[in-house]
T-cell receptor, first 113, second 113 residues
């Protein structure tokens, strides 16, 4: 158990809908990262927050947004969902901004029908 | 631009034999290099990292990796493979001036009894 929790475990929704994925980092970790893992694109870095502030952006679509709250938990919002958004979404946390190993949560499997 | 290449989709090795999983990278500046392992239906787990110092890095579960600056490689190795090492292995890189992490496409390791 990495200490990172993600909810929900599974999510099934329809095209055009909006969903929110939640992540609680390990106790004491200030950085949160979001990744998308799909069969055809591998593991894609989406976005990183450090202590409430956005630090780095990867291949995150404009339909997606994220934030990190004062209690350090983070939410990833996905809107106007398309079939291609079906994937496993991982959250990871680390103590500092960079150079540290990341601890990954178990993931949220999103299925868009 | 940053990139990571894992040239082999799959590596098969007999139990007890040494294993190597290859990774090459391209970054500007000094690289921060990581190896992670993913077991089925689980999040990624950190194995080892190189930031600076000795080129041979030792990590979890008997794995080690060698940083080679001239060849821009960071191959993962283990002297004697176990069947339980069978999993998906990811190499990742972060350039020292950014907070973006780039993951390779993953190499599936199969250790045969």
């Amino acid at each position: 158990d990495s200490g990172v929790t993600q909810t929900p475990k599974h999510l099934i929704t329809a095209t055009g809908q909006r969903v929110t994925l939640r992540c609680s980092p390990r106790s004491g970790d200030l950085s949160v990262y979001w990744y998308q893992q799909s069969l055809d694109q591998g593991l894609q870095f989406l976005i990183q927050y450090y202590n409430g502030e956005e630090r780095a952006k990867g291949n995150i679509l404009e339909r997606f947004s994220a934030q990190q709250f004062p209690d350090l938990h983070s939410e990833l919002n996905l809107s106007s969902l398309e079939l291609g958004d079906s994937a496993l979404y991982f959250c990871a946390s680390s103590l500092l901004q960079g150079g540290n190993e990341q601890f990954f949560g178990p993931g949220t499997r999103l299925t868009v029908l | 631009a940053q990139s990571v290449a894992q040239p082999e989709d799959q590596v098969n090795v007999a139990e007890g034999n040494p294993l190597t999983v290859k990774c090459t990278y391209s970054v500007s500046g000094n690289p921060y290099l990581f190896w992670y392992v993913q077991y089925p239906n689980r999040g990624l787990q950190f194995l080892l990292k190189y930031i600076t110092g000795d080129n041979l890095v030792k990590g979890s579960y008997g794995f080690e990796a060698e940083f080679n600056k001239s060849q821009t490689s960071f191959h993962l190795k283990k002297p004697s493979a176990l069947v339980s090492d069978s999993a998906l292995y990811f190499c990742a890189v972060r350039a020292d001036r950014t907070y973006k992490y780039i993951f390779g496409t993953g190499t599936r390791l199969k250790v045969l009894a």
